[in-house]
């Protein structure tokens, strides 16, 4: 990496992070704006989008307690008994903690943040560990072989839908010479990248 391309992750990380809570609070009202009148938020706050009726009346709560709501959403119900946003695929857990895999909900904008976690670590740790770009390595990730779900939607592990988004956008931009968002508008293109994923045995 970089270092140019270093200090410029290490620079967003401190921004967000010195201002830890204004930052939460634009995320919860980013959050409330299009999913007030939701199926699951709907009946806390009855299409209101204030702050303080959330951390009033929206519990803090487990997985179990949302299952059955994620449940009809894999079946193949509309997405907006939870958010307003398309849903893209499900996230699995690695159900090491309740022998089931868990589902989450996954959008384009929560693949998009997700993709770039690795970025901003591997800033972190150029900037503490000298000589860290230097030499080989090897990571061994635990995964499973996506499935289709009742809904039509991909379920997967986080690893392969994070090496997979790397994957299909470092090909895209070379066969198209643009960004994946750009590559992304033909909904074609995906169905490409996915056979080309597939043939090339990518994670």
């Given amino acids: 990496m970089e270092k140019s391309r270093i200090?410029?992750?290490?620079?967003?990380?401190?921004e967000q992070t010195s201002n830890a809570?204004?930052?939460?609070?634009?995320?919860?009202?980013?959050?409330?704006?299009?999913?007030?009148?939701?199926d699951y938020l709907n009946k806390f706050l009855h299409g209101q989008t204030d702050k303080q009726l959330f951390?009033?009346?929206v519990p803090v709560v487990t997985y179990e307690y949302?299952?059955?709501?994620?449940?009809?959403?894999?079946?193949?119900?509309?997405?907006?008994i939870l958010?307003?946003?398309?849903?893209?695929?499900?996230?699995?857990?690695?159900?090491?903690?309740?022998g089931e895999p868990k589902y989450v909900p996954?959008?384009?904008?929560?693949?998009?943040?997700?993709?770039?976690?690795p970025m901003?670590?591997?800033?972190?740790?150029?900037?503490?560990?000298?000589?860290?770009?230097?030499?080989?390595?090897?990571?061994l990730?635990?995964?499973?072989?996506?499935?289709?779900?009742?809904?039509?939607?991909?379920?997967?592990m986080i690893y392969r839908a994070t090496l997979r988004k790397r994957f299909i956008e470092s090909s895209e931009s070379k066969v198209h010479g643009e960004s994946w968002h750009d590559s992304m508008k033909d909904r074609n293109a995906d169905k490409r990248a996915d056979k080309r994923y597939s043939q090339d045995g990518k994670a």
């Fill in 7 to 14: 200090e410029d992750l290490l620079k967003k990380i401190e």
């Fill in 141 to 156: 990730l635990f995964s499973n072989p996506d499935f289709d779900t009742p809904s039509g939607l991909k379920a997967r």
């Fill in 21 to 38: 809570g204004e930052e939460q609070e634009k995320i919860l009202e980013n959050i409330l704006k299009p999913n007030a009148e939701t």
């Fill in 55 to 57: 951390k009033k009346y």
């Fill in 120 to 139: 901003l670590m591997e800033a972190v740790i150029h900037k503490h560990i000298e000589g860290f770009d230097e030499g080989k390595g090897m990571y």
């Fill in 83 to 98: 958010t307003t946003e398309t849903i893209t695929e499900f996230i699995l857990s690695s159900g090491t903690s309740g």
């Fill in 66 to 80: 949302i299952k059955s709501y994620i449940d009809r959403i894999v079946d193949g119900e509309p997405p907006n």
């Fill in 106 to 117: 996954s959008t384009a904008d929560c693949s998009q943040k997700r993709a770039s976690i």
